[in-house]
């Protein structure tokens, strides 16, 4: 049987045709992108890992080996979870993630729903890469733009473990205000993509189902988890569907680490910290820094915290962390492809970053 997925995208593929069988299928094409970019950096990676002293001859084509090695070894494992979440959260009904995210119809998250996904982006210990293709299922699953938006900006760089990392650099009292900021960021954007979407401003999501009135979650789980079977070929099958399911975000996620790894031969993200002083001049260099360069929430965590020990600017330490996240070209890319709307993928960074700018200021006038 054909799951929920495949049929919502058979029927947008084929639109709403009143003739059996005049859908036809589409040619399919060779997707350049994805296997430009995983053959240049399978290339690249085996030439670091069995020739990167021959590489030191030739300096920027060094530092890009070794920033796809980098790169590539950080970031595995987030693309292993998320394709495996993405595997299950296939096979669990809309139902119970519209539940589980507290609202009562699917597209019409509010505060409550807000709330929720805020803290599940705190709280699921991703990355970046990771955390895009859960959000894009979860989108798929038919939760609000609100709630998919807030649980993109609340997760990347402030999961469990990378908070701790937090904690260890830059210590628990300017980590917790990092971290509170960053759901409050979350929460101000996702109240306000909400808003917009009610107001037809913005595309709602058009994964939509309503709840039965008589629907309970846990008499549903309970049924729900007696009925299941495991089988070896239903996992494989699972996870096939998660695969083809993820192929839109791992395009866009090599393409990522490609040119992040050119702009890392090109500047050096050592040396940010000079420029970075606490005034309205650091902290725009300190933006445009994390809109050119596109780090993993893995590196991003380090150079913040270099921003703050070292510039003594705990503000563009911050709007480092959530400047990747608004501006981040992946991200960006995924949800105009995931919501087809170009409107709504730039309003993420044009609601986020005043927000953003505006918490730094304040951070670092309350520092200085």
Request: charged share 15%; aromatic share 8%.
């Amino acid at each position: 049987m054909e799951t929920e997925a495949k049929q919502e995208s058979q029927i947008r593929q084929c639109g709403q045709s009143a003739t059996a069988g005049s859908c036809a299928t589409p040619a399919k094409k060779v997707d350049r992108l994805l296997w430009g970019s995983a053959a240049a950096i399978t290339v690249v990676y085996v030439a670091h890992l069995f020739f990167a002293d021959t590489l030191l001859s030739i300096s920027w084509l060094h530092t890009f080996a070794h920033s796809v090695f980098e790169l590539m070894n950080t970031v595995w494992w987030g693309l292993v979870i998320g394709i495996v979440m993405i595997s299950v959260l296939g096979r669990v009904p809309r139902e119970f993630v519209m539940r589980a995210l507290g609202t009562a119809r699917s597209g019409e998250g509010g505060l409550p729903g807000v709330l929720r996904a805020t803290a599940a982006g705190v709280l699921l210990d991703l990355c970046n890469h990771g955390v895009l293709m859960v959000g894009t299922q979860l989108y798929e699953r038919g939760a609000s733009t609100g709630q998919v938006i807030a649980f993109l900006v609340s997760s990347p760089w402030n999961s469990v473990s990378l908070t701790l990392i937090l904690v260890a650099l830059i210590g628990l009292p300017w980590t917790l205000l990092f971290v509170i900021l960053s759901m409050l960021v979350a929460i101000v954007t996702g109240l306000i993509f909400e808003s917009l979407v009610r107001h037809g401003r913005l595309p709602g999501n058009p994964n939509q189902v309503d709840l039965p009135p008589d629907f309970r979650f846990w008499r549903e789980a309970r049924r729900q988890f007696g009925d299941l079977r495991l089988s070896r070929a239903g996992l494989l099958s699972m996870l096939s569907d998660g695969l083809k399911s993820s192929r839109m975000v791992v395009r866009w996620i090599l393409f990522g680490v490609v040119l992040a790894s050119l702009l890392r031969a090109l500047l050096a993200p050592e040396v940010f910290a000079q420029y970075f002083g606490p005034t309205l001049m650091g902290l725009a260099v300190t933006l445009l820094a994390a809109t050119v360069i596109e780090v993993c929430s893995e590196g991003s965590t380090p150079i913040a915290a270099d921003i703050l020990n070292n510039a003594g600017a705990p503000g563009n330490g911050f709007a480092f962390l959530m400047g990747g996240v608004a501006t981040d070209y992946t991200e960006i890319m995924v949800l105009r492809e995931t919501t087809a709307s170009w409107r709504l993928a730039l309003c993420l960074p044009l609601i986020t970053l005043p927000q953003v700018i505006i918490l730094g200021w304040l951070l670092n006038a309350a520092a200085g």
